[in-house]
Nanobody
C-alpha cells in the first residue's frame, strides 16, 4: 500500500507561483509519480509525471502536458519520499483541485493507470 499526502495549495494571484508537495509513505522509489488536476465540471486531466526510464540506468524522466511546458516543473526527492510540482506564471485556467498519484505502469499520462491517489489540494488563481 502507498499513501500520498498532498499539500501546498492555496490562493494566488495570476502570474504568481505555488509549489505543491506529495509526501508518500511506503517504498515508493520504484513508482512513477504523477500530478493531475480537475477543474469544476471538467474531467481529471494529466499535468505532469516523473517516471523511471527502462533499462539498467534508472533516470527520472519528467513528462508534462503540452499546454503546461515551461511553466510547471516536477521533481522528486527519493530520500524524502516526496514529489514536488513547482507552478509558475499561474493563470486563472490553472484553478483546479490538484492530485498526486502513483503507478507502476509506464502509461504515466493515463488517469486509469494509477493505483494510488492523494487527497487533492485546491489551487485557486485569481485574475
Amino acid at each position: 500500500q502507498v499513501q500520498l499526502v498532498v499539500s501546498g495549495g492555496g490562493l494566488v494571484q495570476a502570474g504568481g507561483s505555488l509549489r505543491l508537495s506529495c509526501a508518500a509513505s511506503g517504498r515508493t522509489g520504484s513508482y512513477n509519480m504523477g500530478w493531475f488536476r480537475q477543474a469544476p465540471g471538467k474531467e481529471r486531466e494529466f499535468v505532469s509525471a516523473i517516471a523511471w526510464s527502462a533499462g539498467i540506468t534508472r533516470v527520472a524522466i519528467p513528462r508534462y502536458a503540452d499546454s503546461l511546458k515551461g511553466r510547471f516543473t516536477i521533481s522528486r526527492d527519493n530520500a524524502k519520499n516526496t514529489v514536488y510540482l513547482q507552478m509558475n506564471s499561474l493563470k486563472s485556467e490553472d484553478t483546479a483541485v490538484y492530485y498526486c498519484a502513483a503507478t507502476t505502469s509506464s502509461r504515466v499520462t493515463d488517469t486509469v493507470a494509477y493505483s494510488f491517489w492523494g487527497q487533492g489540494t485546491q489551487v485557486t488563481v485569481s485574475s
